[in-house]
């Protein structure tokens, strides 16, 4: 089975796309309602919440997880490759540790001192 399967039969973040788009759609409903006192234009505003929502956080949360594993995958291959250990250590830094402005000068001051 290979990765592509996987990711088809269980699709990331289509649940919590999910959840986001029915609780908004369940909040802009309800205000609405409360709002109008119609029904049909709360729940016509409920359904198009649910759906704009829905599909927009399942397109930001699939586009963050593609990312992700991208980045997994490009440091994989260059972790296994032992003449790239530089590199690694590299990429290492950029992606996955982010240091404070403040913690680069005081690294650079204490060089000078010595």
Known sequence: MTSSNVVLENPPC??????WGISIGAIIGAHRYRITKRIRTSCDGAILAFGLVGISSWLFCSAVYRTRARQIREFMEIMNHPERKVEAEQFWRSRVHHTRPSD????VESQKLE
Not at 14 to 19: A, E, I, T, Y
Not at 104 to 107: F, L, S, T
């Open 104 to 107: 680069d000068e005081a690294a």
């Open 14 to 19: 289509f649940r919590s796309g999910l959840m």
